[in-house]
């Protein structure tokens, strides 16, 4: 009877383990947001996000950000109404970018999207820049369409549902852009890769909304972007690499 006993305080002990391992793991994960490893500053990352201003970010067309957007519990957050679509400071051609997005279940259905090789040369951002999608697939209309669905090349390559996880918790992010390659991955999932224009790529253009404005995906480098589109977002963890 002792032995038995001792073999099931033992097996507990094994259950319990990983437990214990993984609340450490997420305790050093929740302090170590919107900062860099020494291995990702030698690998060339910087962040694009201190976790507690909005420094290096400023409206698309060049005003300073004055409201709509906030800096909530180290998040930059699409907090009330106001507000358009940020850019960095700073502009990018060949690029790996990194972050978390979050979208809520109350509210509006979420709908926002991250934007790259973004040029300031039309009177809104998407004109001209591609566009990696965040939405509530579940609740909002353009849910309907793989090619409006979270992590799609906006309107251009689609991804099936399911990609992203339940609203009200964090995805992350990665976009590879190495010349006319881009790669979308979402939650360790490589979701979307094309190659800009292509011939695939420009019938695709030709068979969107985006026909009539012929300066949309031209540009080889230029600013990333946040969307503002009425409903809440948060952004954590940003941080870019140019690659060479």
Do not use: C
């Not at 990983?18 to 929740?30: I, N, R, T, W």
């Not at 001209?128 to 090349?153: C, F, K, V, W, Y």
Request: charged share 20%; glycine share 12%.
């Amino acid at each position: 009877m002792i032995r038995t006993l001792v073999r099931g305080l033992a097996a507990v002990a094994l259950m319990a383990a990983p437990a214990v391992a993984q609340m450490d793991h997420s305790a050093h994960g929740a302090m170590a947001h919107n900062t860099l490893t020494g291995a990702e500053k030698k690998a060339g990352w910087s962040l694009l996000f201190d976790g507690q201003t909005l420094q290096g970010w400023r409206l698309y067309g060049g005003a300073p950000i004055t409201s709509g957007w906030k800096v909530i519990d180290g998040t930059i957050t699409r907090a009330e109404r106001g507000g358009r679509d940020i850019i960095t400071e700073q502009q990018f051609g060949d690029f790996e970018l990194s972050l978390d997005w979050r979208l809520q279940p109350e509210g509006p259905a979420g709908n926002s999207g991250i934007f790259y090789r973004a040029p300031e040369t039309q009177t809104a951002i998407y004109w001209g820049a591609p566009e990696m999608q965040i939405l509530d697939d579940a609740r909002h209309p353009d849910g309907r369409s793989e090619l409006t669905s979270s992590g799609a090349n906006y309107a251009l390559d689609g991804v099936p549902h399911g990609a992203a996880k339940p609203v009200g918790e964090w995805n992350t992010v990665r976009i590879v852009a190495k010349g006319a390659t881009v790669e979308h991955w979402l939650n360790g999932k490589k979701v979307v890769e094309y190659e800009m224009w292509s011939p695939k790529w420009e019938a695709a253009v030709a068979a969107s909304k985006f026909k009539d404005y012929p300066q949309y995906g031209r540009a080889k480098a230029g600013h990333i972007g946040l969307q503002e589109h009425g409903s809440y977002v948060a952004f954590r963890n940003i941080k870019i690499r140019e690659l060479k």
